[in-house]
């Protein structure tokens, strides 16, 4: 009977493992194996790949990128996530606010794209400037800009793409995080005569740093998936290449080349890993220290 | 709500925040209603308000025309719009706003041309008179501000967005409707049936929460290639883009699912258990139930997330027209149409509207499912 019962369980899992092991286990072996191998898959080459990675130009560029995505994207977003959360906490149309903060969240990143181009569109003067930053910076007197490429910031304009759909995300956890706070302490401190800043800042902030934690950690792990924003808006033109949009380029261009390929998935991997285990510890640390 | 002096700050500076949020989304909107010479030369923001446009007509030729009183005389309609005015008009493009609406000019040798507010013009001269092709006038017209579907019509019918939406409907209904069953059946395995090894695969299944799909897809890939090839299919089709987003998709639905499973209580399991329910029975008629507002969450998070995918669409359907997704039309447009934004701007709220509408009336659904993983 018991034994029979212990048989079922498996029977209940199989359909899911299989997917699972099928398409996300073995790909991911897989993917280090071609990484030492050639753009085929069927001839070792050894570390070949990895010093390719290590010296061609162009994936630096992507490198260094990713990284400034990785570094950029995810405390800003947490940060505004922040501020939104408790600032909606506050007024009776918070839901309203919080609503349309999360709308980013159902729009896809080549739509996001699409809108944020739009913001940024340029016309050479003295053509009226039909997008909003350029018509905002000629009204205060200044020269319009092709903002997507001027090299080196045009990074930060297509991180503001990805930041204006996580804040939402990180609003929406780190708000029901607040709710959930005991009420006791904040009465407490503005009975002390605290400020409501204050009271934000130095009582109910650093109750939920578990929440913020797990909240980086989770923009962290979307950040790979700028791939969309930047193959949409600049194609990695004027220096603003990612990771994961090199990686699409070898897998497709001439053919494909699936050593390469797979080398930047795995760089991509290990760009993340740390950062993940990192942000993990903290939070435990803090889990540890808070209670 | 709690008390503060200076409250007006707190809904000053969230107003700002909610401003900056929306006015991007707001602008692509508007834009997309516009008339697309409009569009190229004011901002959206002027949508609202009337515009001064400069425009150019020719009358048609004299000869031949209307006699009235022993004069030709050519009657129309300078503007399309009863709602637009002219303010001036002028018959030579150095002094295009030569004389006010309303007047009557005098062009030389009895030819008379009068131009209303309205825009109705009548030219009139003696017998014979000519003017090779026609009497240009032009005429400086205050318009007023004119929206129109024309431009959703055009990406929908003619732009192949009509197409893309049934074919991203037909990617993203049973990429969320397999794994939400497939994981329903796993978490119940892992939530209520003991086994040698469970907390090993529950790690191994939150650990793949944090893999980057990107890391998969060159082996499937090649082995979607490798199988159309000794099977003799073709490798890009819409049963293995489902499989694909069912698998990438398995790990968090299974974690939401069995958290919500093992927060179930006890008793209701065990009693069913002892009144002789089977497994199957209880999971159907007790735990699944129990468990809808979690599988909701997960499936309008993954219906989103399918309906919006790129990178999974690109890899397996590719890029070809009868196949192509939604977001893979618009990545197209971007780089075909780059300029033309009464086409981007319609294309992309036919890409968007379904997901909108999911994500503004089921939100209540999907916030509850996945806050109460993360908050307790």
Redesign the interface.
Known sequence: MRRA??W??????A???L??G???????F??VF?SFHDRS?AQFVGTANYRWLLSDPAVRGAVRNSLLWLLVVPPISTCLGL??AG??D???W?RL?R?????????????A???????Y?YRPLPE?????LN?LVTAAGLAPQAWISLPFWNNLFLMLVLI?IQ??FAM??LH??LR?LPQDT?EAA?LDGA??FQ?FWRIEVPQIRG?IA?VWTAII?SV??V??IV??MTNGQWNSDVL?NQ??DW?FQGG?D?GR??TI??A??VL??PL?IWTALRARRHDGAGR | ??K????WI??L??AL??GL?????A??FI?ALRDPDQ???????TALSPSLQRQMIRTPDPVGAMQAGGLVVIEGALLSSPRDRVQAFGVTSIAPDAYAAGQVADLGQGVRLQVGVDGQYRLSGPDGFTAARGQRIFFTALRAPSLTLANYQKVIFAGGMGRSFLNSLAVAVPSTLIPCG??A??A???SW????G?GL?LA??VG????????????????YNDAGQAFGFDPKTYVGIW??H???G??LA?CLLRNAMADLPREIVESARLDGAG?HQI?LRIVLPLCSPALASFAIFQF?WT?????VA??FLGPQDDTLV??GR??NL?GSRGGE?HI??A??FV??IL??V???TL?KYL?RG??AG??R
């Open positions: 019962g212990r079922r369980a498996w029977l209940y899992l359909p899911g493992l997917m699972i099928l398409y996300l286990v073995y790909p991911l897989q993917t071609l898959g501020v939104a600032l909606s506050r007024v009776a918070g606010a609503a349309l903060i999360f709308m980013p969240m159902a729009i896809s990143f080549v739509g794209a699409v809108i944020w181009r739009f913001v569109e009226a400037q039909i997008g909003l018509a204006w804040t939402g929406v956890f029901a995080a959930a904040i503005i400020r409501p009271v929440t797990v792990l790979p998936k791939f969309d193959l949409s994961a990686m699409f897998m494909g699936s390929g797979a998935a795995v991509l991997m993340v890993v993940m | 709500m709690r503060a002096p200076h409250r707190i809904h500076t969230l925040f909610v949020w929306t006015l991007p989304t602008g692509l834009t569009i190229a030369v004011s901002g959206w923001w497939l994981a059946y796993a119940y395995g892992l049936m003991r086994f040698a469970s695969v191994l299944v793949l929460l944090a893999v980057p799909l990107q890391l998969a897809l060159i082996p499937l890939l090649r082995l499989l694909a069912t698998g990438f398995l790990p299974i497994d999971f989103l309906w919006n995918d790129l990178l690109l890899v939604l977001t618009l990545l971007m934004w981007l701007a294309s992309a890409a968007m997901p909108l999911v994500f503004f939100q916030l996945l806050l993360s908050v």
